[in-house]
């Protein structure tokens, strides 16, 4: 039968012969293309399946103080994750996994079990090698691990809002971290590796890519000024009851900030029970009414202006001026009815302040207060820095021009306070602001006539030396000079101040032989002894001031003749030399 219709259609048997002939040659091709012509295909699609790319962590930039000491490094630690798929296999080893881990069996298996179709998920991070080893070699089936950087801060709290930290990833979160995040971050690197289909190393190829480190950060910063300045705050913040306080060190030549310190702070490597005001860098992000401190940069418009010097009388008495219904009162007993411009200063008058600043004008102490950043953004750059508030108006009436004479109505931040000070301690000269270390002399401006500068120099040590000065602020051996001053607290929700809620602050500079350094003292909310400038933060400025002068090897300028013929030449103090 098959011969007989092979006989009849000899056509069909040659066709499916022919069809089969050209599969044939069309298979042979396609070997012959593949492992000869076309052999990156093969090789491409094995890798696909074998070959992987594993990232080489890059550790961030060492950041410093001025003096190379750490204060953020990268440590490497290892993290452990796992193959939820792969683990379903052995889960009579879960129980001593969690163990090894220190984590509660039932949680552990619960978990595995609720991620059984995931190819990846963490276990724990941030181990140390030794810690991460030892579960590695319980050789669990679908268990890994991974090298990685942490960053730990040697100096811990002390440096905390400065530095700041980074998170889990190693990026950058709060301070300087996130600030110079591109800076410090490093780039990772690639590693060529063979694994097989449960994703097991089989080989280690190459690197395909070198890691890049993040390149180092100098901040200008002196890590014994700062724990110097950190333990005195602490103290205050201590002895006063206060509720927080804020410390900060200037170069008035370099405009470096040699310290900048908080109360409360946090441990950056012990973040667990963190509280959201600990965080807070008060120095830069809480603004506050400068109050008396003020004084000291409307003296310097009213001598800027001509219209008045030192020597120039104004009549005080009797402690109070009416303005419509608004009564500017003098809080202490003055001197006498008429006081000169230094004792006006020296006795914090407002009385004598405002009618300074009704003759040269509301606008004339904006001006000056602009010129020397007050209400100006500092160009540091930092996270969450606020600029505060100068007020300006078309019509400057008595009753704005009083209050900024004396402090209120407008609002700073520690550091554009401190930055203003600088600006009298330099003759007149502004240095721009810098956290970061400088090696050459900054260009300045001359935004105060030297001459005044000089002038306000002289009656703001008077203010810290005269019999009636503010004698707790004095720095043995040295002349300094400052102005203390209180504010009263705005109540949040409502016009107005709060009820016996102050801030209590002094701003000085020494010493007066060369001014070199300026601080600023704030202490929020004192509730025991008082809450005077005056009496809460000029002893901090005395005992910060003193350890800084000390510290940087400063000779004195205060001794007695005797003294000064018998004392030898100065020798510098050792870092856990400087008490205050």
Do not use: C
């Not at 691990?145 to 809002?161: D, K, L, N, S």
């Not at 003020?294 to 001598?303: D, F, G, Q």
Request: overall charge positive; hydrophobic content about 40%; aromatic content about 6%.
């Amino acid at each position: 039968m098959m011969k007989l219709e092979g006989a009849l259609y000899p056509w069909r048997f040659r066709v499916v012969l022919g069809l089969l002939a050209l599969m044939v040659g069309a298979i042979a091709w396609r070997i012959v293309d593949l492992q000869v012509v076309d052999r990156a295909f093969l090789k491409g699609q094995g890798d696909a399946r074998s070959v992987r790319h594993i990232p080489i962590p890059a550790h961030r930039g060492l950041i410093t103080d001025r003096n190379g000491e750490p204060l953020a490094v990268s440590t490497p630690v290892t993290t452990l994750w796992a193959n939820a798929k792969e683990m379903q296999q052995a889960k009579a080893q879960w129980p001593s996994l969690a163990a090894a881990l220190g984590q509660d069996p039932k949680v552990l298996s619960e978990r595995l079990q609720a991620q059984a179709n995931k190819e990846f998920i963490y276990l724990v991070r941030g181990l140390t090698p030794e810690q991460g080893q030892s579960v590695l070699d319980l050789k669990v089936p679908g268990v890994y691990g991974i090298e990685e950087f942490r960053r730990f801060y040697p100096a811990g709290e002390v440096t905390a809002h400065m530095v700041g930290f980074t998170d889990i990833d190693d990026r950058g979160r709060e301070g300087v971290e996130l600030a110079y995040d591109e800076w410090l971050a490093g780039v990772a690197g690639k590693r060529q590796v063979i694994k097989d289909r449960r994703g097991r190393l089989i080989k280690d190829v190459q690197v395909t890519k070198n890691a890049k480190a993040g390149k180092p950060l100098a901040l200008s910063i002196d890590l014994r000024l700062q724990y110097l300045a950190n333990r005195e705050l602490r103290n205050a913040i201590v002895d006063n009851g206060a509720k927080a306080g804020s410390l900060v060190i200037m170069d008035v030549k370099t405009g470096e900030i040699l310290a900048m310190v908080n109360q409360p702070t946090y441990n950056p490597n012990n973040r667990r029970n963190l509280q959201p005001a600990m965080m807070r860098n008060r120095a830069m992000i809480d603004v506050f009414e400068p109050g008396s401190t003020m004084k000291a940069i409307s003296m310097s418009a009213a001598l800027e202006s001509g219209r008045w010097k030192p020597s120039d009388k104004v009549e005080v008495y009797p402690g109070t001026l009416q303005l419509g219904k608004y009564t500017i009162r003098d809080v202490s007993r003055t001197e006498g009815p008429v006081l000169d411009l230094t004792g006006i200063l020296i006795n914090s008058s407002n009385v004598g302040m405002s009618k300074i600043a009704f003759d040269i004008g509301g606008e004339s102490i904006f001006r000056l207060a602009q010129k020397i950043g007050l209400g100006q953004d500092t160009g540091l750059g930092f996270p969450g820095e606020r600029v505060g508030n100068l007020p300006n108006y078309r019509e400057w009436r008595k009753a704005e021009t009083a209050t900024l004479s004396y402090g209120y109505g407008l609002s700073v931040t520690a550091i554009q306070l401190v930055h203003a000070f600088s600006v009298l301690a330099n003759n007149g000269r502004m240095a721009p602001l810098t956290l970061i270390k400088t090696d050459k002399a900054p260009d300045t401006a001359q935004v105060i006539p030297e001459h005044v500068a000089k002038t306000i120099q002289g009656m703001l040590q008077q203010v810290i030396e005269a019999p009636r000065g503010v004698f707790r602020a004095q720095v043995p051996a040295y002349h300094v000079a400052g102005k203390s001053g209180t504010a009263r607290k705005t109540s949040v929700g409502t016009k107005g101040y709060a009820e016996n809620s102050y801030r209590s602050l002094f701003a000085g500079f020494g010493p007066m032989s060369d001014p070199r350094y300026a601080i600023v003292v704030v202490i929020d909310e004192p509730s025991k002894a008082g809450y005077f400038g005056g009496l809460v933060s000029a002893p901090v400025f005395s005992k910060v001031m003193s350890g800084t002068l000390r510290l940087m090897n400063i000779t004195p300028d205060n001794l007695p003749a005797t003294q000064q013929a018998a004392t030898a030449p100065v020798v510098p103090v050792q870092a856990n030399g400087g008490r205050g």
